[in-house]
């Protein structure tokens, strides 16, 4: 929502400047039409990366009357993309729209710095989403968890949608690693553990281990945003080691090393925010060519471009 607000500061100050004949009116006509372009493409990718992510929960999408646009859950249920309202950077954490979760590109690869705090990439969730795909009671969640063989024992992780089955190929990655390199063990002995039915602290919003979709990595003093200052999380994020980040993201988890309001022990499991980044994160796409960057060998993929392009015109 961040970037309409934006868009809104910028249009007035182009009519305010054009009021004054300082720039004219057939500019300021150019600009908006190319920000809604990009809003559109922007549109189309998050939906695509929605529907690649969740293929078995994500069904369809739909485009109404009132011109808002949803996602269609294998329930029946309809997620809104975008509730066009301009959000503080706590309300977009707090209460986010499929749009404002999946607009901040998620930088993959290797960081040597901490981000700025007003940058989570990823740390903002729809519940309506998980509650779909993992289970909407802690019950439920509990009923979809599986045992996944660590380098220390098991840990319970979701199996749905591909979850479990993507923390037990970064264990087949990481667990051999550990065992030639010390500063890797030392990250995953002991584990701070999986699936765990609780809020995140100080608010009233599920943290996503109640979903089972989250691991916490052996705990240091300098791991979050609330126990160390910015200066003791950048010196223990230079010494992280870079193979678990890689290995996990491989694997479509993000990593809280990657936020602002850091969470350098925490890895979880988002495949919508791991394709946004790596199908579109360094296009600069057209509007007729808004899904290069797709992996266009891969028939689902051929088959939600069509439709996305059927629904939204
Ligand atoms: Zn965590």
Redesign the pocket.
Known sequence: MKKIVIRIVLVFCFITLSVFNIVDIENLRTFIISTERVYKIRMKQHLFCLMMAYPEHAVDLEHSKNGHVYLIMKSGARILYDDKRAKSQEEIISNPDLQDMMEPIYPLGAIDRLMDMDFDPGRSRVYALLNEVYGGSSQQVKSNLDNVKTYYGYLQFNKNNNASASLKSVMDELIPLAQSRHDIRACLIPY?GTFNHRYIAGTNRL?P?AFGI?I?LARDKRDYWQWASRDEGQKRLESYPREIVEIFEKNNFIW?GKWGHF?I??FEYRPEIIMMASYFGDKNNTEALWYEGAPMDNALAMKYIKRINEVIR
């Open positions: 701070g943290s281990h989250a916490d809280g969470d022990l925490h």
